[in-house]
């Protein structure tokens, strides 16, 4: 891991794995279709990758930072269906946003240990294209499409480095 002058380690290509593995298995495991996971990147000011829902869970301990899970409100009505719920209501959208990132966060926290430490979901409903992230960690969009429709995991965790970890899809396979 790199750091600098004390700040928290960087995230490591096989931190964004588990994350990306995680994402998979969770839409592979509710809904029986798999996920289509595209290649990371590091989101710049003008990339718009906010959705109609967005929930954050806030990161602590051995990385510090948040994860985002943004999602369209179709895929998310689409995905509840999958769940055996037929409201639609913006309140149970919402819940199921917020399940979503604190699922694919806590099943992150089993690999990464008791140093990840995941904060209850806190969902925003419209764009939130007015989101900052903070300046100094990046912020990994990791797309996924799943049943046609394009959500997006965002990682931004404290790191001391920018540069973007080589990151081969391929090699996900076990």
């Not at 055996?84 to 926290?109: Q, Y």
Request: aromatic residues 8%; charged residues 25%; negative net charge.
């Amino acid at each position: 891991m790199i750091t600098k002058n004390n700040e928290a380690p960087a995230m490591r290509e096989d931190d964004l794995k588990i994350f990306v593995r995680g994402t998979e298995h969770f839409f592979k495991q509710v809904t029986k279709i798999p996920a289509e996971v595209s290649m990371p990147f590091i989101k710049e000011s003008t990339d718009h990758v906010m959705n109609d829902f967005s929930a954050v869970i806030g990161i602590s301990g051995k990385h510090r930072g948040c994860v985002y899970y943004t999602a369209p409100r179709e895929m998310i009505g689409e995905l509840m269906g999958h769940f055996g719920e037929t409201d639609r209501s913006d309140e149970l959208l919402m819940d199921c946003v917020g399940e979503i990132a604190n699922t694919i966060s806590g099943n992150a926290r089993e690999h990464l240990g008791p140093g990840f430490m995941i904060s209850v979901p806190v969902v925003i409903r419209g764009r939130a294209e007015d989101v900052r992230f903070p300046k100094d960690a990046p912020a990994f969009v990791i797309p996924i499409t799943w049943n046609g429709y394009r959500s997006s995991l965002i990682l931004c965790l404290k790191s001391g480095d920018r540069e973007m970890p080589k990151f081969d899809l391929g090699s996900l396979e076990d």
